[in-house]
């Protein structure tokens, strides 16, 4: 037995004979600060898996010494039904938490990195079919990720890419309505020629059944490539996706799935009105970084619906992708699971995607999660599902039961007030028990959320978002837990503007709910100096009333909606470019890029001269000895230390301009890997704290301010993007040769 294992041995052991000694006041709380500290003592060696298991043991301990104390001193008496009934909803939600906490120690306990198989010098590669399905969005973004989906480096003859397309189908081109039929027509014409100008394959159906599954396995009718790539319509990939994922699959051929994390472009409503996206890792970024690492450690990450390539020949054993639910990603890993197929998970930002700009779009998507996971809770039962292993079910048991979190959310802001307003105790306690068995386990699960998420997840985040969801999923659970077949499936609106910041169509309830607890928190100081009686029990319900308030007035700044003008989302890079105009050649390093515009940096000694509102101009990129050029426009000028920055506008946009700018968007891994790690650092539980308390204030004026009308902001005209254009005859291609190149381009690589 190897020396290193002492630490999660000695731990165990120490757990087992101290889970369920009898112990004085006194000696728990001696006990609990012993543990507390032992635990830390662990924490300082996060990269040994033994100390990380001892980690997880002394942590459990706390846990399970404040079940056994929460079941068997706390309860109401039975005998007093409403302090009873409420108790017994409060424990249970309690219960789920811990049984949550017990489940994440599990997937966390060793998680996997890998390291992608090299392709290079193989000539045995499988042939691999793209599938891009869209049901309504626009050509512009279709044509971006097309592009990308194109410029991915693999053999040309062994790479095909389509457009699976549910909104031409030919029961919408023959609907009754003239005018949706016409629109359904020209969707169809058009994406069929853009898709014959970019190279890619145009499939529709017949009708839309069985949503984005059914369009999924009519896609593996047409198509008879060995590996099955799924990107969604704004999911763009990286030109070395294939070259990540492929390699994978030819050392194991029993693997069905190699995942990879959904990277953003834009920030969620909750980032993007707390103008948190810059500096704050995003809400997805726990799930990926470190769950499916987690989850991969026991054969059990799942399909997430995109960036993921999928071997065909298992998709055959179960007649493709599943569609029982209205989440077929992980309904169609679990059922190739359960036959003996294998699943992988890669750490590497590999797409650039979008997420809902509004927060009623945002809540529809999680809708639709919640329930379509709940639908396989209760159609599939993970846990009993034969072929699964041990720790596969519990893993898929864990990843359904999460969507329960909102019953259990309410659940804790709203029981204080029980107290407060009504004098109902269903939770018996005093301070000093409560210090001695709550506080040291509350202690370890935040120190437990730092250590394993700290650099994902700021604090008190994920209870913001847990709470915000909370809110509208909670009638979601009732409906699917009444009938598991009633959701169907809604496509998430992307790409929408806002012209106006204003309160969301659905900030009524987060509002009214921010009144009560604020009602709830003035009621209990007016208590505790009327009622000396109510000292302790007062002091705790109180104080946990105001953790809910901040919560709520955190909210509030997430349906106070700001504005959202831009149609284009813009990725910062730097890399160098020529601007030619009227003869003369300027050089520039390209700022940011986006599939709207492009903007250059000149400095002092290369600034273009006249350069004007509506100047006409061209670009011109290199790569690999090859020119891209494509015409623009200029929009905006402002100026920065480094010098003067140029926006510009595409003059016309055609599949080769969108090629384009997939070059310059979405063909380095590196660029994304760099904007999602300057994001992930530890902030701090007691910083984090601080942050999360000055949100909650300045939010809620902010709230105020926007409920009163008091809201001035400048209007803005915005001009349309450039129409795509497809030129019906080939012309001069825009890839064209340059022996003798600027020397700028002669002086080293491309990338600055």
Sequence with gaps: MKCAKWPAITAGVTGLFMLWLPLSLQAQLVMSFAVLGFMFIAMSRPDNTSFRLATFVFAGILAMRYAYWRTTETLPSIDEPLNFIPGIVLYVAEMYCLLMLAVSFFMLADPLRRTAPKLSGRDDLPSVDVFIPTYNEEPELLAATLAAAKSMIYPTDKLTVYLLDDGGTEAKRNQADPEKALEALRRHDQLKALCEAMGAIYSTRAKNEHAKAGNLNEGLKVSKGDLVVVFDADHAPV??????TVGYFMEDEKLFLAQSPHNFLNPDPLEKNLRTYARMPSENE?????????????????????????????????????????TEDCETALALHCNGWHSIYIDKPLISGL?????????????????????????????????????????????NLFWLFPLSRLTFMFAPLLYIFFSLEIYESNIYEFASYAVTYMVASMAMQSYLFGRVRWPWVSELYEYVQSVMLAGAIVSVVRNPRKPTFNVTAKGQTLDKSGLSPIAGPYIA???VLLAGAVYSVWRYMTEPLAGDLLMIVAGWNVINLGLAGAALGVVAERRELR??????????????????????????????????????????VNLNEETKATVELRRNGRALTFDVVARSRRHLEQGEVFGFAY????????????????????????????????IGFFKGTARFALWSFTETLRCTRYALGLIHEQ???SRPDAPITIREKAGTSIVTEFPDAHPMFREGQIYG
């Design 567 to 608: 149609r284009n989302q813009r990725l910062k890079i730097k890399r160098r470019a020529l601007l030619h105009r009227d003869g003369t050649v300027y050089t520039a390093i390209i700022e940011d890029v986006s599939n709207g515009g492009i903007a250059l940096r000149f400095d002092g000694q290369q600034l273009p």
């Design 239 to 244: 030109r070395t996706f294939l070259q990540e």
């Design 286 to 326: 726990m799930f990926y970084s470190i769950m499916q690492r987690g989850l991969d450690k026991w054969n059990a990450s799942f399909f997430c619906g995109s960036a993921a390539v999928l071997r065909r020949s298992a998709l055959e054993t179960t007649n493709g992708f599943a569609g029982e639910s209205i």
């Design 715 to 717: 209007p803005v005209v």
């Design 651 to 682: 003059e016309e946009r055609t599949p080769e301009v969108f090629m384009a700018i997939a070059d310059l968007m979405y063909s380095e891994q590196a660029v994304l890997q760099e904007r999602m790690t300057r994001r992930q650092v530890p």
């Design 513 to 515: 709910i921010f009144l």
């Design 355 to 399: 997420q809902p700009e509004t927060l009623v779009s945002f809540i529809g998507q999680r809708i639709r999660w919640c329930q379509g996971m709940l639908q396989i809770l209760l159609l599939k039962r993970p846990f009993m599902a034969h072929g699964l292993t041990v720790p596969q079910r519990f893993a898929y048991a864990g990843i």
